[in-house]
């Protein structure tokens, strides 16, 4: 197949298309992982973007369901240098053409994603469109309807990727409820290691409704998009703060957490996508390299007059990377300790709150 990436600045980038013939738009982003196509491709936090990997060669190791993050595809389109035909693992049942087909989910092959990559770190993300066909492509017509999309930021992709209804996992005595923004299935993995009781909530449900599930403890998952788009999640984290349940927020939620303490967030020049983000705990000096996928940051300055501290600093570019408040067992990171892919070095974030939850059920018990 023929195959365009086109960007709303006018750029026109021709290439080989792969999986399936389709025309789809989005904010066009890169990640910088050099492994872990299969864990972003199904990751909900890349819904309404198309991806670029830096990394050039992509599919060698084929796809297998180990590593998937949700039960689909949730990428708008597919961006890399070269694709495999024929991968070796042995878990791996199909190639990633055929994955990308089967969902409906067009790619383009051919393409050098390093000078795409600098691009987009000179001038930030920019909003396209990805179009494969096997006759020729109408770039002027293409264009106009690109332009005509509404963007990134201004789309609530949250009601789009929650769940909608209460899925129950595992069979511990201490319930935790995550309220689904995107989750990824690496955190639900996390939190039943841990021997908890894990209900995956949609993202519209009401308090009560939470309350009455008796949590023991709260995460606030990860997920796409402007967190201001999502009032109703910042509105019902806001009344849960009040019944002093261990929360923990990770990424999208560490963001809707600061936006219910009355913090700002703002949107990052090209974001953070990679497995190899640097972040200093502030307590200990530590440097941790850690996994991460957001556009957009907490204003560290706006948390003057809230009730949380910094915990956490990106070195590379002074941005939020976590928060606790100063009364309330409540914590957040903008990173993602499940990594899936990336390091483990954080993966003690969910010792830390599931030591806070254990507290807090003695608390109740007593």
């Not at 089967?102 to 050098?112: L, M, R, S, W």
């Not at 990106?314 to 409540?330: A, V």
């Amino acid at each position: 197949m023929k195959a365009v990436l086109l960007l709303n600045d006018g750029t026109v980038i021709e290439g080989s298309g792969f999986g399936a013939e389709a025309e789809v738009y989005g904010e066009v982003v890169f990640s910088t992982s050099m492994t872990g196509y299969q864990e972003a491709l199904t990751d909900p936090s890349y819904s309404g973007q198309i991806l670029t990997l830096t990394y050039p060669l992509i599919g060698n190791y084929g796809i297998n369901t180990e590593y998937f993050e949700s039960e689909r595809i949730n990428v708008e389109g597919f961006v890399i240098k070269a694709n495999c035909q024929e991968p070796y693992h042995r878990s791996s049942f199909e190639n990633i053409d055929d994955f990308l087909r089967e969902q409906k989910i067009p790619g383009i092959a051919g393409v050098d994603t390093r000078a795409l990559t600098i691009k987009l770190r000179e001038y930030g993300v920019i909003q396209g469109a990805l179009k494969t066909s096997k006759e020729d492509i109408d770039v002027h017509k293409l264009m106009e309807k690109s332009l005509a999309q509404k963007p990134y930021g201004e789309k609530d992709l949250v009601r789009k990727v929650t769940t909608k209804k209460i899925l129950q996992y595992g069979s511990g005595e201490e319930r935790i409820a995550v309220i689904d923004c995107g989750m990824k299935w690496s955190i639900r993995k996390n939190l039943l290691k841990r021997g908890f009781s894990v209900s995956v909530i949609p993202a519209f449900l009401k308090v009560k409704e939470i309350l009455d599930m008796e949590p023991q403890g709260i995460v606030i998952s990860p997920g796409p998009g402007d967190p201001v788009q999502a009032p109703y999640v910042t509105e019902t984290i806001r009344e849960l703060m009040n019944h002093e349940i261990p929360t923990f927020g990770i990424c999208l939620g560490h963001q809707m957490l600061a936006l219910a303490s009355g913090a700002h967030t703002f949107k990052l020049k090209f974001g953070h996508r990679g497995a190899n983000q640097p972040v200093k705990d502030l307590s200990t000096g530590r440097v941790y390299i850690t996994s991460q996928n957001h556009g957009f940051g907490v204003s560290i300055e706006s948390l003057e007059g809230t009730e949380f501290n910094q915990t956490l600093v990106n070195l590379n570019d002074g941005t939020c990377e976590g928060l606790k408040h100063r009364s309330l067992p409540i914590m957040t990171t903008q990173f993602h300790p499940e990594a899936s892919p990336g390091p483990k070095d954080t993966e003690y974030m969910f010792d830390v709150f599931a030591e806070m939850v254990h507290n807090y059920a003695k608390k109740r018990r007593y």
